[in-house]
Every structure is written in structure tokens, then in C-alpha cells.
């Protein structure tokens, strides 16, 4: 190695090696958490099986989850079932939040946290208050932004108001909230499978008819009745995906029906037929972006286990009856489906 050559090689190696500390001093340290940090809650944890309701507000909604005699259910919704373990896992939340670093007092600051009072126009805090069975409040705050990876994967924080004070906090948990009534109950509406599905027959405001069937539970296809001459159906598969409309379908929102304008010229009603014979009843509406739908159930005239039906219909009625639900928009348009959208030449507007 020739002497330049020597001058340059150790040039370079001298810059990586300053490169190398000046990437490990820049590296993020991992934060310490002290062990012996008070709880935000005190107390909480001892006490979780007195819990009795918390209500939880946002600038645009307030809705209670209260124990009931049936478990626990959705007060502003007629006690709609809620999932006990969502319960559970945010009460458990809720008793585990500790303090970590005090923040802000400054109002005009609070936006940045999304701490703002929940009744200023366009606030993203939720305000929550847990009481026991005698009316005692257990815990309550305002609950802001997260951090979901501050500590590192599965740990995070997230920015809180304790009570009513200014005073900002970064505590040590998340809280599995939500936005609304919708995170807290069982999602799924129905689940019946496309193999289960005979006929579907779907009513425009108008009264005209789209129906779709197969005479066999063996035989793949759907056809479209009521084909005009010169027309042909718009495609195989378009029609057999409508038979897929009760397939794992869940909810987006929900509502009592009375919450929901349901008007009669603009209402598509339909209903699909197993193979069993259990009927499903919908009425479906679009209001702006949103598809709004109720539920209901029956049998049919023949049916191969009427008292098995009969109890499949009976359940189905006694969780939906009385409630709207928003479903997503591939949902809605299979439940308010022209027939000229499954002729050809139907294009966008297309049912599936």
C-alpha cells in the first residue's frame, strides 16, 4: 500500500467512525418508567365489580353503558347489548392509568392535545365518568390524544385532564373507548352464508321488483326474472355476488328506529329466503353518504324444521327490533338494487 493510499483509507475509516457515534448518540433512548408512580385512579381496581355505568361524551354524542339485570347494555339505545369484554378491558384501562409527566395548564394549548372541553364546537376529547351502584363518581377526565408505541410496541400513553382541572397530563396506558355505541356491542347483524340463499326479491320506492333465485341449493347461479326482450343480464357474477348481501354483515352505526327518517318514497324493502325457509326482512335507505338499515325475521311457508326456524326468528327479532343500522355502501346498494342495474349497460351503477 502506497503512502496516498494509506492517508486515504484511513480518512474514510476515520469518518465512518464518526458516523457510527454520531448515529448511536441520535439513536432514540429507551424511556425508563418508574415502578412507584401513583395511579390516576386510586382505588379503581378494587372495585371494579361496583361499577354500575360510565357515561361517555364527545361534542357530538353522549351515550351510557350501564349495568343491567340482562348484563350490560347501551341506555340511550333501549339497553342494546353490550360486549361484556369491551366492558371489561376498558375498566381494567381505566384502573392501570398512571401519572408519567404533567403538561400544559394553558387553555389556549389544549387543542394540540385534543383536550379541549367537550362542549366547544369541534373538540376531540371524550369526557368519561365512571359511577358505582350508589352514585359515587369512581373516576372521570378527558381523554386526548394517544401515543400507541411511547414506550415502545403494545406500550403507549396518552394525553388526559383528571376531573375537572387544567391541569394536562401524559399518563402511562391507552383506553380502548371508541368513537361511539357502535364499539361497545357485537357488530355482526347476521351471518348467512351464499349457499344458504334461495331468493332474494328487493321492492324500489316505485313498487318495481328485482328478484333473483335458483330452484337448488346444488345449483351455483342466480337468475334474474323479469329479463326484457333484447336485453340479457348484465353478468353471472353480478347477480350471484347479491346472494352474498347477509354474509358476515355488520354494522357501522347504530340507531333506535325512530332516530332514523325511513321515508316512504325513497324506502327499498326486501327479503331473502333460505333454503330452510327463514326469512330475512330488510328496509333500506340512503341518506346523504350513509346507508340505513332495519331488520326483521319470519318463516316461510315451507319450512323443513318450523320450530327450529321459528326460534332462528324469534331471536333475530327480539336483539334487532326496534333499531337501525348503518351498513357499508356495497351492503346498501345490494339491499336497494334496481332491476335495470343487473341488466347490461348498467355500468357504475351496478348492485355489485
Request: net charge positive.
Amino acid at each position: 500500500m502506497t503512502a496516498r493510499s494509506f492517508i486515504i483509507y484511513s480518512l474514510i475509516t476515520s469518518m465512518l467512525v464518526i458516523a457510527a457515534i454520531v448515529a448511536i448518540s441520535s439513536r432514540p433512548a429507551n424511556t425508563m418508567i418508574a415502578r412507584d408512580r401513583a395511579l390516576i385512579f386510586p382505588g379503581v381496581d378494587a372495585k371494579l365489580n361496583d361499577v354500575a355505568s360510565f357515561k361517555i361524551r364527545s361534542a357530538k354524542r353522549i351515550y351510557t353503558i350501564e349495568r343491567t339485570s340482562k348484563g350490560w347494555g347501551v341506555a340511550e339505545l333501549n339497553g342494546y347489548a353490550a360486549d361484556f369484554n369491551k366492558v371489561k378491558t376498558v375498566l381494567v384501562e381505566l384502573s392501570q392509568l398512571k401519572f408519567l409527566e404533567a403538561k400544559t395548564s394553558d387553555p389556549e394549548r389544549f387543542e394540540r392535545l385534543n383536550l379541549r372541553d367537550v362542549t366547544e364546537k369541534g373538540a376531540k376529547s371524550l369526557e368519561v365518568t365512571v359511577n358505582d351502584q350508589k352514585g359515587q363518581v369512581l373516576a372521570s377526565g378527558l381523554i386526548g390524544k394517544k401515543n400507541e408505541d411511547l414506550f415502545g410496541t403494545g406500550r403507549g400513553g396518552t394525553y388526559m385532564r383528571i376531573g375537572k382541572k387544567n391541569q394536562t397530563w401524559l399518563v402511562e396506558g391507552t383506553i380502548s373507548i371508541g368513537e361511539g355505541p357502535a364499539d361497545w356491542v357485537d357488530k355482526k347483524i347476521v351471518d348467512i352464508k351464499r349457499p344458504r340463499i334461495k331468493r332474494i326479491v328487493v321492492q324500489a320506492p316505485g313498487g318495481g321488483l328485482t328478484v333473483i333465485s335458483r330452484s337448488m341449493a346444488n345449483k351455483n347461479d342466480f337468475r334474474l326474472a323479469d329479463i326484457p326482450a333484447g336485453k340479457r343480464q348484465r353478468g353471472q357474477w353480478e347477480t350471484n355476488e347479491m346472494a352474498k348481501v347477509l354474509d358476515k354483515l355488520e354494522l357501522l352505526d347504530l340507531k333506535t328506529l325512530d332516530e332514523v327518517p325511513m321515508r316512504r318514497d325513497k324506502l327499498y324493502k326486501a327479503t331473502m329466503e333460505t333454503f330452510e325457509g327463514l326469512l330475512i326482512h330488510t328496509r333500506a335507505i340512503r341518506l346523504g353518504k350513509k346507508f340505513w338499515v332495519s331488520f326483521s325475521a319470519s318463516t316461510a311457508s315451507m319450512v323443513t324444521d318450523k320450530k327450529k326456524v321459528k326460534e332462528a326468528a324469534d331471536a333475530f327479532n327480539t336483539r334487532h327490533k326496534g333499531f337501525a343500522y348503518e351498513v357499508k355502501e356495497k351492503t346498501g346498494k345490494k339491499l336497494m338494487c334496481d332491476h335495470k342495474n343487473l341488466l347490461e349497460g348498467a355500468g357504475l351503477k351496478a348492485c355489485a
